[in-house]
């Protein structure tokens, strides 16, 4: 005797979209699905106390988690991109820019200054995932190569903390030519023998990986953050390979021998402390 | 004061850079060249053009980097192996000679029938690919010989392997390698120039630039893909990139476009050869008489320019009727 069917497809269909994808709520873990305030989240590095997810940090609020209180002297926050291509895809970039900078508070996708960091002097540049994706264009490009031009002449080391979807397409091949841009700014740097330590965070990917981030002298990152050239989904779509559970991500890196260490949030700070002192050599 | 030939050019380039177009001019070297490129700036090309320029830069027959050295070099001797893991058969090395020197040659290589292009990738490389051509560059420094680079691919390959064995740290560091080298080197882009996989080996002194090649950050279906959800809006992808040789010489990112024959390169091959020829033979004698330091310096500085932006403080006021 056949069961019974139960039609469910009304219920179904009144279930709220947002419910079957991934567009939860930005405080709700992925990880564990546990939900918290804003303050507690940022009360804890916003690292998920249940089970050790890494929710992304935006540019400013990380520069207060590293760096020691009211040493931050913020450089070049007057820059602000072009639209030198004229780019137009469904809305102009221009509107882009000033919804990101509207919505960010920032000029652009990276921000740099001297900082001390545990007593350490350094020059930092971290970058933002909310202002466009994290992209790189001009703006960026030019932050970073200031940011080593100010570590070679404070001879200090550089840290750069960076969360990036790649070049930014709407400046074209200009964006491409930040790659080289960056890439010839740490082979100053290296001229100057300041160290550069890179911090890769969620998600550290194409044009940003292929350039500067990958050139830190010490090269660490993030518990699970995914850090490939090219992304998972790409990667599927093009080659139609199965690909391992751990894609990309940082232990997967670890693994093949393209970073130093994996550092928790929670030790990022005294873990950049004690490299700056050792890249200081007792000066 | 400037003679009558000379500030014809000046005065007709400070006309064309008041076009909103032209706002990222970089255009530098002596009047003749100044001269041919205001030449090729004056027309803009059309959408249909930038779109043709796409589809003859994947031209099916078009030569590719092996057809040029064939041509234009001697006693070839191609060099094999990463000297760690593989041999990557989507890039090619070597040392060959050229014009009474010994260069080096790195060029992105695809395949014209269907066993060759497996075999080569589809002109794909994997970090193993480039760190070949990372051990030919420390070759070239070594023995003082200059570097002539082809540019010819879809892209970095993007399967696993590539991923798992390190793919943007190789692309970081072969562009790395070049800033560091203070032998000439010169990037001919003779097909496809897309995104990182161009870049590793486009770190140069001179990018000559083949009137249909292609030079973009990302291929105009991937563009398409991200930023309009549709990979069929590829041409609005291409027009809106401007990956053509005439932007690319107004932007500032090649230094000269190398004429084609007409109809393009793959009709006829030879003389596409020679054309090319000729200018890399010019622009190599122009590096060859810059000391290697000065060459590096001048290096580290053409791409510190690279990029367009403002200051804020110096942001003209918005003009009324705008």
Known sequence: MAEPRIDVSIEHKNLPESSNDDKKHPNTCPGCGSHYRDDELAGNLRVCPQCGHHFPVRGRERIEQLTDKGTFEEEASDLRSEDPLGFFDLRPYTERIAEAEISTGLGDAMVIGRAVIEKQPCELAVMDFSFMGGSMGSVVGEKLSRAAESAIEGKVPLVTVTASGGARMQEGILSLMQLPKTVCAVEDLRDARCGFISVMTHPTTAGVLASFASLGDVIVAEPGALLAFTGPRVVQQTTREKLPDDFGQAESNLRFGHIDAIVPRGELRPFLGRSLRLFRNGQ | ?322
Not at chain 2, 105 to 122: A, D, H, P, S
Not at chain 2, 162 to 178: D, F, K, P, T, V
Not at chain 2, 196 to 208: E, F, S
Request: net charge neutral; with cysteine.
């Open chain 2, 1 to 322: 004061m400037a003679s009558e030939d000379e500030r014809h050019p000046r005065e007709r380039m400070s006309r064309l850079r008041g076009l909103p177009l032209l706002r990222g001019t970089r255009l530098t070297g002596d009047l003749e060249k100044l001269r041919k490129q205001l030449d090729r700036i004056e027309t803009e090309p059309s959408d249909e053009e930038i779109w043709r320029s796409v589809e003859l830069a994947r031209h099916s027959q078009r030569p590719y980097s092996l057809d040029y050295v064939e041509r234009l070099f001697d006693d070839f001797l191609e060099l094999h192996g990463d000297r760690a893991r593989a041999e990557d058969p989507a890039l090619v090395t070597g040392l060959a000679r050229f014009q009474g020197r010994t260069i080096a040659v790195i060029g992105q290589q695809k395949g014209r029938e269907l066993n060759e292009r497996t075999k080569r990738n589809f002109g794909m490389a994997h970090p193993e690919g480039y760190r070949k051509g990372m051990r030919v560059m420390e070759i070239a420094q070594r023995h003082g010989f200059p570097l002539v680079t082809f540019l010819d691919s879809p892209g970095a390959y993007p399967g696993v392997a590539a991923e798992q064995h390190g793919q943007g740290g190789a692309i970081a560091r072969s562009q790395a390698l070049m800033a560091r080298l203070t032998v000439p080197l010169v990037a001919c882009i003779i097909g496809e120039g897309n995104s990182g996989g161009a870049i590793a080996i486009g770190l140069v002194d001179r990018v000559l630039m083949q009137e249909n090649a292609i030079y973009s950050v990302i291929s105009p279906e991937g563009c398409a893909a991200i930023l309009w959800r549709d990979g069929a809006e590829k041409v609005k992808a291409a027009v809106a990139l401007k990956p053509d040789a005439v932007h690319c010489l107004e932007l500032g990112v090649i230094d000269e476009i190398v004429d084609e024959p007409k109809g393009g390169a793959h009709l006829n091959p030879d003389e596409a050869a020679r054309m090319l020829g000729n200018a890399l033979a010019k622009t190599l004698d122009e590096l060859l008489a810059i000391p290697g330091d000065e060459l590096r310096e001048q290096r580290r500085a053409r791409y510190r320019r690279a990029g367009i932006f403002s200051a804020r403080s110096q942001e003209p006021a918005l003009q009324p009727g705008h």
